[in-house]
């Protein structure tokens, strides 16, 4: 379960397709936060959690071989952060949305997502 004072920021709305569920890539430095997420996504039929990744350049890479509809990605990582992940997937016009986490109380942080 993640920290009461987290909040989250909405990339791009994420399209909706009946026929199969949304691929979820989980990007988080924290494991305990990887595993939480996976398993919470888990309960929902219309979710698949497809991949996780540790940073931002991990992310980057997995996107290139495997269909991601959403990234959850955390804002504040180590090598390469939220922010520089959101920035490098823009400019590479990847397809898939992405959902800013954190538990910081700094909306700075995220304006640059």
């Given at each position: 379960?993640?920290?009461?004072?987290?909040?989250?920021?909405?990339?791009?709305?994420?399209?909706?397709?009946?026929?199969?569920?949304?691929?979820?890539?989980?990007?988080?430095?924290?494991?305990?936060?990887?595993?939480?997420?996976?398993?919470?996504?888990?309960?929902?039929?219309?979710?698949?959690?497809?991949?996780?990744?540790?940073?931002?350049?991990?992310?980057?890479?997995?996107?290139?071989?495997?269909?991601v509809d959403v990234a959850l990605c955390d804002v504040r990582m180590p090598l390469f952060n939220g922010v520089d992940f959101t920035k490098t997937a823009t400019a590479r016009k990847l397809t898939c949305k992405i959902l800013a986490l954190t538990s910081f109380n700094d909306d700075r942080a995220m304006l640059g997502m």
């Open positions: 379960m993640l920290p009461p004072h987290s909040h989250t920021a909405v990339h791009k709305t994420a399209p909706t397709n009946p026929q199969r569920p949304l691929n979820v890539l989980i990007i988080d430095d924290e494991e305990f936060y990887r595993d939480t997420l996976t398993a919470y996504l888990a309960a929902y039929a219309d979710l698949t959690v497809v991949a996780v990744a540790e940073n931002g350049a991990q992310a980057l890479h997995i996107l290139e071989s495997t269909p």
